[in-house]
């Protein structure tokens, strides 16, 4: 299959990885475009939370953009007023979901450390900022990012 392809149709993107703390200063926003899912969080699968904290966005998002466009009258408003308002619900979505983000990738860094490394030293390291950061094991999964 590989020797049959054309090559002209791959497609390569150069990935990167982003530390837990690089979510703490990064910009989510650019206009009324905004980054959701992966494209904001990616986090290795070792507490299964990618695809959820996907959907918590997909919540999250809505809902911020409901509540800011709710009394927007579509026909009389104008142009700036409604990209005025869709980058407001965009920040909210944004302050809402990153501490959030942090947590789940911060947690998910510590344990691919964990199971990455052959240094006791780092092992314990990473234990104990587990047990100290995240104490409940299962807070993760009983995170509630309210209705739609």
Not at 22 to 35: A, I, P, S, W, Y
Not at 52 to 63: F, H, K, P, T
């Amino acid at each position: 299959m590989i020797d049959t392809s054309d090559p002209d149709s791959l497609s390569l993107a150069q990935l990167r990885y982003h530390a837990p703390w690089d979510l703490l200063f990064g910009r989510f926003r650019k206009g009324t475009v905004t980054v959701a899912g992966d494209a904001m969080h990616v986090m290795g699968p070792f507490i299964g939370q990618g695809g959820s904290a996907g959907l918590e966005d997909a919540i999250v998002l809505a809902r911020s953009l409901a509540q800011k466009m709710a009394d927007l009258d579509p026909v009389n408003c104008g142009r700036t007023e409604m990209v005025s308002r869709i980058g407001e619900a965009i920040d909210q979505y944004v302050k809402e979901r990153r501490m959030r983000v942090v947590q789940l990738s911060a947690q998910t860094y510590l344990i691919g450390m964990l199971l990455q490394t052959t240094s006791m030293l780092a092992k314990i390291t990473s234990i104990m900022f587990m047990s100290i950061l995240f104490g409940d094991r299962d807070a993760h999964v009983n995170y509630d990012c309210g209705t739609l």
